[in-house]
Structures are given as structure tokens and as C-alpha cells.
């Protein structure tokens, strides 16, 4: 069965520190998606970016960058200089060609200090 | 603007009574998806609908009923049969009929027994 693994509950940074959240996936599939979403106080998921299982590019979005490596079935999420906006629940999301259902990660709650 | 609309923000269910969970999205979007999201967990699936008139069951769906009338709503009943329904709930939509598109969440409703 798939699995999302974001094994750090709780991050805390101070502002312009660079952090990277971890998300660890199983699967056997070998077409899938994976998904970044962030959660700020106010409740509603914030896509971020998809990637799919055939496509290893890192990409780079602003101070957002994402390194997908099938090899350690990771797809890690680095903040660079962050800031006290950043400062939300961060979900890993996996989409398996032979389901209908994205299976989310516990997510990781990350504080920005200024 | 385009996007999902969830109502009411908070609720309150007393011992027995059924509630309604009211969602409305107006993107044009074929599927839509039902959430629970308890403290330190990551998203559960309570039902999903790909297309008007048929929806499935998600993995915690016991307890809770929906229906999709119309391509644009899909509300959710809790009803007295969820013996613990304290919880976020969120609402979803995205395009296509399949879960490998990114999904537009609303801004979710806070269930609180009385």
C-alpha cells in the first residue's frame, strides 16, 4: 500500500534561516504524483507544486525549491531565507495511478520567528 | 473570483441530531472530495464524487452521508451514527474525474459537539 511519511511534526526557525521538510513516499506504482500544500492559520490548502514520477527535474519558485529523487523515493521542500509568512502546516500528498485518492502526510508545522 | 465556499465556518452538533455540512465551488470542476482533519493528522477521505449523481466512499466514510445534485455542490451530513465527529473539515474540488490534478480547498468548518 502507498504511504506519505513526513516524519518532522514540528519545525522552528528563525527568520532568513533556510529549513527543508522531508517527505519520505512508498509506492509500487510506477506512474504517481506527488503534492505540496500549505495550510496557513486560516484553514484552507494552499497548492504549491506536482510532480510526477517520470519527471526527477528539481524546480525553484521564488524562495520555494523542491528535490524529488525516485532513487531514496524522497521529495523534500527547502524554504530559502524564510520569513514569518511562511509560517504554516506543510502537507506531502501522493496520487498513485491505480487509486482514486490522494493519500496526505501528517504534515509539518512550521513557525517562522522574527 | 473562482473557488470553494464552505458554510458555516463553525458548528455545533447536539447528542443525536444530524448537521450539514454545506459546499459550494463555482471552477467548473468535475470531482469534489470531503476531508477530515483531526489534530496532528494528516487529511482522511470521507467521500469523493467524480461526476454529478454518483459519488464513492473514502476510507472514513461510516458515520457520514453526501449527495451531488448538481455539478456545483456537494454537501456532507454527519450524522448521528459518527459517534466522534469533533473535528476540520474540508472540501475539495479539482478537474478532471481522477485525483492527479491539484485540488482547490475551501476554507473548511469546525464540527464541535455540545
Redesign the interface.
Same mark, same amino acid.
Given at each position: 500500500a502507498q504511504k506519505?511519511t513526513q516524519a518532522q &511534526?514540528e519545525i522552528s526557525v528563525v527568520e532568513k534561516e533556510d529549513v527543508t521538510l522531508d517527505c519520505v513516499y512508498e509506492t509500487r506504482d510506477t506512474t504517481y504524483?506527488l $503534492?505540496w500544500?500549505k495550510q496557513p492559520p486560516?484553514?484552507? #490548502?494552499?497548492?504549491l507544486i506536482?510532480r510526477?514520477s517520470f519527471d526527477e527535474q528539481n524546480e525553484i519558485s521564488g524562495r520555494y525549491s523542491w528535490n524529488f529523487q525516485k532513487s531514496t523515493s524522497s521529495f523534500n521542500f527547502t524554504i530559502t531565507a524564510s520569513q514569518v509568512v511562511d509560517s504554516a502546516v506543510y502537507?506531502c500528498a501522493y496520487?498513485g495511478?491505480g487509486?482514486?485518492? &490522494?493519500i496526505?502526510?501528517?504534515?509539518t508545522r512550521l513557525f517562522v520567528k522574527a | 473570483d473562482g473557488g470553494i465556499t464552505q458554510s458555516p465556518k463553525y458548528l455545533f452538533r447536539k447528542e443525536g441530531q444530524n448537521v450539514t455540512l454545506s459546499c459550494e465551488q463555482n471552477l467548473n470542476h468535475d470531482a469534489m472530495y470531503w476531508y477530515r482533519q483531526d489534530p496532528?493528522?494528516? #487529511?482522511? #477521505?470521507i467521500y469523493?464524487s467524480?461526476i454529478v449523481n454518483d459519488f464513492?466512499k473514502?476510507?472514513i466514510a461510516e458515520g457520514y452521508s453526501v449527495s451531488r445534485e448538481k455539478k456545483e455542490s456537494f454537501p456532507l451530513t454527519v450524522t448521528s451514527a459518527q459517534k466522534n465527529p469533533t473535528a $476540520?473539515y474540508?472540501c475539495?474540488s479539482s478537474t478532471g474525474q481522477?485525483?492527479?490534478?491539484?485540488?482547490?480547498?475551501?476554507?473548511?468548518t469546525r464540527l464541535s459537539i455540545l
Amino acid at each position: 500500500a502507498q504511504k506519505v511519511t513526513q516524519a518532522q &511534526t514540528e519545525i522552528s526557525v528563525v527568520e532568513k534561516e533556510d529549513v527543508t521538510l522531508d517527505c519520505v513516499y512508498e509506492t509500487r506504482d510506477t506512474t504517481y504524483y506527488l $503534492f505540496w500544500y500549505k495550510q496557513p492559520p486560516s484553514g484552507e #490548502l494552499v497548492f504549491l507544486i506536482r510532480r510526477n514520477s517520470f519527471d526527477e527535474q528539481n524546480e525553484i519558485s521564488g524562495r520555494y525549491s523542491w528535490n524529488f529523487q525516485k532513487s531514496t523515493s524522497s521529495f523534500n521542500f527547502t524554504i530559502t531565507a524564510s520569513q514569518v509568512v511562511d509560517s504554516a502546516v506543510y502537507f506531502c500528498a501522493y496520487y498513485g495511478s491505480g487509486g482514486f485518492k &490522494t493519500i496526505f502526510g501528517a504534515g509539518t508545522r512550521l513557525f517562522v520567528k522574527a | 473570483d473562482g473557488g470553494i465556499t464552505q458554510s458555516p465556518k463553525y458548528l455545533f452538533r447536539k447528542e443525536g441530531q444530524n448537521v450539514t455540512l454545506s459546499c459550494e465551488q463555482n471552477l467548473n470542476h468535475d470531482a469534489m472530495y470531503w476531508y477530515r482533519q483531526d489534530p496532528g493528522q494528516g #487529511l482522511r #477521505l470521507i467521500y469523493y464524487s467524480q461526476i454529478v449523481n454518483d459519488f464513492q466512499k473514502g476510507d472514513i466514510a461510516e458515520g457520514y452521508s453526501v449527495s451531488r445534485e448538481k455539478k456545483e455542490s456537494f454537501p456532507l451530513t454527519v450524522t448521528s451514527a459518527q459517534k466522534n465527529p469533533t473535528a $476540520f473539515y474540508l472540501c475539495a474540488s479539482s478537474t478532471g474525474q481522477l485525483s492527479n490534478q491539484p485540488q482547490h480547498f475551501g476554507d473548511g468548518t469546525r464540527l464541535s459537539i455540545l
